[in-house]
């Protein structure tokens, strides 16, 4: 029987590499649905080629839009645009996995409903596990989901790890999270105020969407990582450590009581975790290049410096900070790349947003989707406020 996949975010960087993926084995995947915010023309031709059963756009102008234009070329999508549609498809009956990869915070509530659904949910959308904390885990447990993480770092250690997760506390001593350091590693601290958003985008190694490029730049990136990895594999802050790993061949590694390391190494390319999470614990072909280890030159490795990274350090503050700060600084972290990216905020003021709403912001022990919002919404005013008191 082939699996019915809905890709959540399709439009994208991950999403793009997930049909990628599945157009290789259409023996084994079929797909049921599809999401996107605007992106009208790349999901009609995304429906051409994938025929789902649904396709869902964020807006009502731009659904309407797509469903002139299936009917004008005869396909047989839905363009589905009931109350809830995003999570109408996270978690139908007919549904086997969900490619979670949707951008930010707006990914909580489907990331939920197929949580809850008991899918098997293949998570790229860092923001909604690190705002959903608690929550979404306890959604994963009660609706006997299997959650798979797609960050390159998470499938590593996700693969380093015994396949038991009840072995995990007794065995594991700590986990390393590999960084590239962004394309600011070795920018000198002072002139990080005169940074444009095309030079931010412009990550070393990847090609990703803007605003985790923003985030990798200002090393944001890695402290969502770190807050994601103490939910997916329920650990103390103090046992996740970052290592600045420039060439990104080692994805992320698990330290074990006796001092042994285990390290996942590959070409980057996010189409490998993608595969890994599609098949698990099969391997299937994702399209990726075989890494050619005569021809590295080196692996090297180096600490983050705190002047040019400060917003890395909040995240184990935040995670030792009453729940719930962790979503506080989520949505303040979004509010201010977006300022960024709109040229209304300095590329150095991000961290100063992220600061003020951390201080503004009390939360209260979020413990249902509808508190998480309202958090969410509390802190995205705070942060707004900042960014206008810092405003260009
Ligand atoms: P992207 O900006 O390229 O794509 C985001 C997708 O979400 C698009 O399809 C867009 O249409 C859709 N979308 C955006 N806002 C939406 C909204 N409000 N409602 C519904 N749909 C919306 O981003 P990306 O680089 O593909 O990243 C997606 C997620 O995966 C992020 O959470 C990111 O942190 C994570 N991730 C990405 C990479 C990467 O290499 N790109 C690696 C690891 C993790
Ligand atoms: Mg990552």
């Given at each position: 029987?082939?699996?019915?996949?809905?890709?959540?975010?399709?439009t994208?960087?991950?999403?793009?590499?997930?049909?990628?993926?599945?157009?290789?084995?259409?023996?084994?995947?079929?797909?049921?649905?599809?999401?996107?915010?605007?992106?009208?023309?790349?999901?009609?031709?995304?429906?051409?080629?994938?025929?789902?059963?649904?396709a869902?756009?964020?807006?009502?102008?731009?659904?309407?839009?797509?469903?002139?234009?299936?009917?004008?070329?005869?396909l047989?999508?839905?363009?589905?645009?009931?109350q809830?549609?995003?999570?109408?498809?996270?978690?139908?009956?007919?549904?086997?996995?969900?490619?979670?990869?949707?951008?930010?915070a707006?990914?909580?509530?489907?990331?939920?409903?197929?949580?809850?659904?008991?899918?098997?949910?293949?998570?790229?959308?860092?923001?909604?596990?690190?705002?959903?904390?608690?929550?979404?885990?306890?959604?994963?447990?009660?609706?006997?989901?299997?959650?798979?993480?797609?960050?390159?770092?998470?499938?590593a250690?996700?693969?380093?790890?015994?396949?038991?997760?009840?072995?995990?506390?007794?065995?594991?001593?700590?986990?390393?999270?590999?960084?590239?350091?962004?394309?600011?590693?070795?920018?000198a601290?002072?002139?990080l105020?005169?940074?444009?958003?095309?030079?931010?985008?412009?990550?070393?190694?990847?090609?990703?969407?803007?605003?985790?490029?923003?985030?990798?730049?200002?090393m944001?990136?890695?402290?969502?990582?770190?807050?994601?990895?103490?939910?997916?594999?329920?650990?103390?802050?103090e046992?996740?450590?970052?290592?600045?790993?420039?060439?990104?061949?080692?994805?992320?590694?698990?330290?074990?009581?006796?001092?042994?390391?285990?390290?996942?190494?590959?070409?980057?390319?996010?189409?490998?975790?993608?595969?890994?999470?599609?098949a698990?614990?099969?391997?299937?072909?994702?399209?990726?290049?075989?890494?050619?280890?005569?021809?590295?030159?080196?692996?090297?490795?180096?600490?983050?410096?705190?002047?040019?990274?400060?917003?890395?350090?909040?995240?184990?503050?935040?995670?030792?900070?009453?729940?719930?700060?962790?979503?506080?600084?989520?949505?303040?972290?979004?509010?201010?790349?977006?300022?960024?990216?709109?040229?209304?905020?300095?590329?150095?003021?991000?961290?100063?947003?992220?600061?003020?709403?951390?201080?503004?912001?009390?939360?209260?022990?979020?413990?249902?989707?509808?508190?998480?919002?309202?958090?969410?919404a509390?802190?995205?005013?705070?942060?707004?406020?900042?960014?206008?008191?810092?405003?260009?």
């Amino acid at each position: 029987m082939k699996q019915k996949i809905t890709v959540l975010g399709s439009t994208g960087s991950i999403g793009k590499n997930t049909l990628d993926v599945v157009a290789r084995h259409p023996d084994r995947y079929e797909v049921f649905a599809l999401s996107a915010a605007t992106q009208v023309d790349l999901m009609l031709q995304q429906c051409a080629q994938f025929k789902p059963r649904f396709a869902v756009m964020a807006s009502a102008p731009h659904a309407q839009l797509l469903a002139e234009k299936i009917k004008q070329n005869g396909l047989p999508t839905s363009v589905l645009q009931a109350q809830g549609a995003l999570e109408i498809i996270a978690s139908h009956e007919e549904v086997d996995a969900v490619m979670a990869a949707i951008v930010g915070a707006a990914g909580l509530s489907p990331c939920l409903a197929a949580a809850r659904a008991g899918k098997r949910l293949l998570l790229a959308n860092k923001e909604a596990l690190v705002v959903g904390g608690n929550v979404f885990m306890r959604a994963v447990r009660e609706g006997g989901a299997t959650l798979l993480p797609i960050d390159s770092e998470h499938s590593a250690i996700f693969q380093c790890l015994p396949e038991d997760p009840a072995c995990w506390a007794e065995r594991v001593d700590s986990i390393l999270l590999t960084a590239s350091g962004g394309p600011f590693r070795t920018r000198a601290p002072e002139t990080l105020a005169q940074i444009t958003p095309e030079q931010a985008c412009a990550h070393p190694n990847f090609s990703m969407g803007r605003k985790i490029s923003v985030d990798s730049a200002t090393m944001m990136n890695k402290a969502l990582e770190v807050i994601e990895a103490r939910w997916l594999f329920d650990l103390a802050p103090e046992q996740i450590k970052v290592v600045i790993h420039p060439q990104q061949i080692i994805h992320s590694m698990v330290q074990f009581k006796d001092a042994s390391i285990l390290a996942q190494l590959g070409t980057p390319d996010m189409r490998v975790p993608i595969a890994c999470g599609l098949a698990w614990p099969e391997r299937i072909e994702s399209g990726a290049s075989r890494l050619d280890f005569a021809a590295l030159a080196a692996l090297t490795f180096e600490e983050a410096d705190v002047r040019r990274f400060p917003g890395l350090h909040l995240s184990w503050q935040a995670l030792n900070a009453p729940e719930g700060t962790t979503a506080v600084l989520n949505a303040a972290n979004e509010v201010a790349v977006e300022a960024f990216l709109t040229g209304k905020l300095r590329f150095d003021h991000i961290h100063a947003v992220n600061l003020a709403t951390l201080d503004a912001v009390q939360p209260s022990k979020p413990d249902s989707l509808e508190s998480l919002l309202a958090l969410d919404a509390n802190a995205r005013v705070a942060a707004q406020r900042a960014a206008a008191a810092l405003a260009l």
